[in-house]
Structures are given as structure tokens and as C-alpha cells.
């Protein structure tokens, strides 16, 4: 492997289990996508994303699996190269040298991996997924699964860069919603600075408090400051939120990518 200096290598993981999260320096795209874009549904051009995609492939040095990611709650098998990308938020595999990918740009990213390093799983957490419905968000459910593959076994969890707790805006609904379902979310919701009736969410302060209800209590990374925000951190990172969408154009930011193999 030869891993760029500017990505994030996560802590925390068992022995022989590896991870990586793709910065936005380092690929072929033009702005506004420039460089490392791995997102292949943003407007940018197919020959520079499959590029880009093929260094970060070369530098982990094992077969990208892929999802169609939706904002759900569905967890599936990472697929092996040549099969179809799954309409999944999680992905797991317990086969060495297959990689899984979720892709962010403002949303959550979560790796797994069990305390032996036998099973490792990705997952996307934004607030639609994170919260799902009747307790069960993408959390609830890729835990659930990766417990029904190794039911003794303890599990640790890295959260990834996300929009922040000083960046991420949202509506009463939002938060009403969260609160309902756990009222330990209440603590995670200010009053914004900007607005009357709405209010900034902390999301990695929110998956923390999931993971450790579920009982998930080694938990690395994101820890809500400004160093992590994809938004405040222009340079390092995409953000949909603060690069923007113009209906009817292309979205004008890329994708970076949370890899987890064995």
C-alpha cells in the first residue's frame, strides 16, 4: 500500500484489519469537483471519476466494493468486483482483500470492525439514516447484522468527517423527530445562530449516543470540532452544504470515500 499523506488513517482498529478516508487532493477533476472526486452520479466527467477511483484502488491496494446509496437503512454484502452495486446504506464483508466504500460529502461516515478483525462493515449516517424509523436507523441495523454474524463478539466504531455542530443547520421537524425517538438527542440541538425556529445538529454527538445505548463503546474519531467539519474545512474536504446544488445543474461537489478491508 501507499497511502497519500493527506487522507485520514483511523484509529482504533484491531490488528490486521485496515482503513483509510479520502481527502479531496490528490485526483485528475476539474473544478468544481477538483481533485480526488470518486463520485460517479455529480456531473463530473465518467474518465476522470474512474481515474480517480483507480488510484485510491492502486494506493489500498485490494478491489473497491461499492453502493447505491439512498439514505436508507439497508445493510448488504460488500459486492465482489464485476457484481452490481447493492441500493444499500452499509456495507460488511468478512472476506480478506475486498474493500468496503461509502461515500460522503457532508453525512457520516461509520467503520466497523469486530474486536477479532474477522468481519468489517461501512455505513452512511445522515440524519435520514441515522434517525430510520420506530429506533431503527442505519446504526441499529448494521450492528444488528454484523451481531447475527459473530453474536459474541464486542464491535468498534470510527465516525468519519461530517458537517458540523456549528455548521449543520436544520428545521424543528428535525429535531423534534430525534427527540421523540430518544430523549437524549435533545441535548444535541441548539437554537441557530442564524434563524428563529430552527437549530444546528450535532450528528457525530448524536451516532456517539446511539453507538452507546447500543451498548458500542469503542468509538474513535469525530468528535464534533472544527477540525472534522467538511464544511469549515474547504481545503481538506467536500461539502454539498456549502458548495450548494442549482436545480437543473450539477451538483458541484465531489465525493471522498471511507474504505474499510481486512
Known amino acids: 500500500m501507499s497511502i497519500p499523506a493527506q487522507w485520514l488513517r483511523p484509529e482504533g482498529l484491531p490488528l490486521g484489519v485496515h482503513a483509510v478516508f479520502t481527502t479531496r487532493e490528490g485526483g485528475v477533476s476539474a473544478a468544481p469537483w477538483q481533485s480526488l472526486n470518486l463520485g460517479d452520479h455529480v456531473g463530473d466527467d465518467p474518465q476522470a471519476v474512474a481515474r480517480n477511483r483507480s488510484r485510491v484502488a492502486q494506493a489500498v491496494g485490494v478491489p473497491l466494493g461499492f453502493a447505491n446509496q439512498v439514505h436508507g437503512v439497508a445493510l448488504a454484502p460488500c459486492p465482489r468486483p464485476g457484481e452490481p452495486a447493492p441500493e444499500a446504506d452499509a ?7 475486498l474493500a468496503c466504500v461509502m461515500m460522503v460529502a457532508d453525512c457520516l461516515p461509520v467503520l466497523w470492525s469486530d474486536d477479532r478483525g474477522e468481519v468489517v462493515a461501512a455505513s452512511h449516517a445522515g440524519w435520514r439514516g441515522l434517525l430510520g424509523q420506530g429506533g431503527a436507523g442505519i446504526l441499529e441495523t448494521t450492528l444488528a ?7 459474541q463478539a464486542q464491535w468498534h ?4 468527517p461530517c458537517i458540523g455542530p456549528r455548521a449543520f443547520e436544520v428545521g424543528v421537524e428535525v429535531r423534534d423527530a430525534f427527540v421523540a425517538d430518544a430523549s437524549s438527542a435533545a441535548p444535541h440541538f441548539r437554537p441557530s445562530p442564524w434563524h428563529v425556529h430552527r437549530f444546528v445538529a450535532d450528528l457525530p454527538g448524536m451516532a456517539r449516543d446511539r453507538l452507546a445505548r447500543l451498548g458500542v463503546h469503542q468509538v474513535w474519531g469525530n468528535d464534533g470540532s472544527d477540525d472534522w467539519c467538511t464544511v469549515t474545512q ?3 474536504f467536500f461539502s454539498h452544504r456549502r458548495e450548494g446544488q442549482t436545480p437543473g445543474q450539477p451538483t458541484g461537489t465531489g465525493r471522498m470515500a471511507a474504505i474499510i478491508w481486512r
Do not use: F, Y
Not at 456495507?91 to 482483500?97: F, S
Not at 447484522?145 to 453474536?151: C, E, I, Q, T, Y
Not at 466504531?157 to 468519519?160: E, F, K, N
Open 91 to 97: 456495507l460488511w464483508t468478512d472476506q480478506p482483500g
Open 157 to 160: 466504531a470510527w465516525l468519519g
Open 234 to 236: 474547504s481545503q481538506r
Open 145 to 151: 447484522g454484523l451481531r447475527a454474524l459473530r453474536p
